[in-house]
């Protein structure tokens, strides 16, 4: 992996691959008394030294500097986020539904035609410290003649898994709302795996237009959420949730014939989240249509070929909620949304949720999303108000649980995602980039400034044009 970067006075240190060591904060430059990016001048500041030559006396200011600025974050969350959105990350003209980063990539998917003026369908990528939209790759998801729709990104080590609502890839290859494309191909263009198809779909006859919601990958499988009913062709039935094997340019998409944890009905209208460990896999749904002690958000074994996923362990009788859209784990613990905290032991529930851990979204307000980002959850929806009574639009930060936290909000963070007060405004999506957090949705503001469905929080991301590299220099590993 290309790191560019190192002392990171919200967390996280790295050595440059291309750059000696050097740290970024709130938008200022700090050397290292290790490694200096400006040893080439002299104390005159005349271009003179060779690198490697620093006198002592820049080396005492340049701590001078980095503990100036380490105590003016103090006060600061351990992140220090800035509310001011970084304007290098581009914007698209369309709702953003799913985020993912791999490498220095980061992956856009939504119902979007363009992206920071570059023509896309559904589907792009942009380098995480230019912003600058790759210009190779081209997914081009469609569904007929009109842009198709992604709601779902996951990736393992090799390939990027797409699901959404859409009938092509590269606009010409046939695909049933899910595809697979591989890292590094030889090409710099969006290639589809030709040989993955697993062919959701919600007729018996293998047609009807499934909708995938979720793609989680653990162990041998990917695990598949959505609105379908059938898959390999209606070659079997699957209500909702299955389990494939990975696409790795051999592999067809076949479903694991054992594991089918729950019938269609378990899981209501759609299952819309999902969550995977080696130990379990979590799922959640968004509508009943059978008797109220049917659970909508559940835990069960993984699949293996014989697994069949039963038991199935209820999550949802600990909690008042009808409906979950959202779930993410740690080490530690399953994060639900709406907000609740499960403990983990080695991966598996050990009952009811953290008592003391109970942040609220109220108004009757709703999460869409969540992601962790180094101490913090960072919760993504529609609401105005949370816990209680502080303002917060559609995006706000919590302490994570651990026994003791009660999941206070981050009193700094207030990044305001608007128009507030607005019905059609939402975040759909977050995730953790290698500089802090990106934000995506409808919504046409931040901070009361145009910023239009995509947004990334943090100072890492303020680098000079000098510091930019070319990540179009080979093709993209993923790594």
Not at 400 to 424: C, K, M, Y
Request: hydrophobic share 40%.
């Amino acid at each position: 992996m290309r790191t560019i970067g190192g002392i990171s006075c919200g967390g996280g240190f790295s050595t440059g691959e291309r750059k000696p060591l050097a740290g970024r904060f709130l938008g200022a430059r700090v050397a290292s008394p290790a490694s200096f990016i400006d040893d080439s001048f002299d104390e005159a500041g005349e271009a003179t030294r060779a690198p490697g030559n620093c006198s002592h006396r820049f080396q005492r200011f340049s701590l001078l500097v980095l503990a100036l600025l380490l105590g003016a974050g103090a006060g600061r969350g351990a992140h220090a986020l800035p509310n001011t959105p970084n304007s290098l990350v581009p914007q698209t003209n369309g709702p953003v539904y799913a985020l993912l980063q791999v490498g220095h990539k980061i992956y856009v998917g939504g119902k979007f035609t363009t992206i920071g003026g570059v023509a896309r369908n559904g589907l792009a990528a942009f380098n995480d410290a230019s912003g600058a939209v790759d210009p190779y790759w081209d997914p081009n998801i469609q569904r007929g003649t009109a842009k198709g729709t992604v709601y779902a990104l996951a990736a393992d080590a090799q390939r990027l898994y797409v699901g959404g609502d859409f009938d092509t890839a590269n606009g010409a290859t046939a695909r049933n709302s899910l595809a697979a494309f591989p890292f590094s191909n030889g090409a710099r263009v969006a290639t589809v795996d030709a040989k993955w198809d697993p062919r959701f779909s919600t007729r018996s006859d293998g047609t009807g237009s499934p909708r995938i919601r979720s793609v989680s990958v653990s162990g041998a499988f990917a695990y598949i959420a959505g609105t379908f009913g059938y898959a390999n062709g209606a070659a079997i039935t699957r209500g909702r949730l299955a389990a494939v094997e990975p696409a790795d340019g051999a592999n067809i998409g076949a479903v694991d014939p054992a594991w089918q944890p729950v019938s269609s009905e378990l899981l209501g209208n759609d299952c819309r989240a999902l969550a995977s460990n080696p130990a379990r896999v979590f799922a959640a749904g968004t509508t009943i249509w059978t008797p109220d002690n049917y659970p909508v958000l559940y835990a069960t074994v993984g699949a293996n070929g014989v697994n069949s996923g039963n038991p199935v362990t209820s999550l949802a009788e600990y909690l008042s909620y009808s409906r979950f859209f959202a779930l993410v784990l740690d080490a530690g613990h399953l994060y639900t949304g709406p907000l609740a905290a499960f403990g983990l032991d080695d991966g598996v529930p050990t009952g009811p949720p953290d008592p003391s851990w109970h942040p609220t979204i109220d108004g009757g307000g709703w999460p869409n999303a969540l992601a962790i980002v180094g101490s913090q959850l960072i919760v993504g929806g529609q609401f105005s108000t949370v816990n209680g009574t502080v303002a917060r639009n559609n995006l706000a930060a919590f302490e994570l649980a651990n026994g003791v936290n009660t999941g206070a909000v981050d009193p700094f963070w207030n990044p305001d995602i608007g128009p507030a007060l607005d019905s059609n405004t939402q975040v759909y999506a977050v995730a953790p980039s290698n500089h802090g957090v990106i934000v995506g949705g409808a919504f046409t503001t931040v901070g009361g400034q145009p910023r239009a469905y995509l947004a990334g929080f943090d100072a890492m991301w303020h680098r000079s044009a000098a510091e930019h590299w070319d990540e179009y220099d080979a093709p993209e590993t993923g790594n």
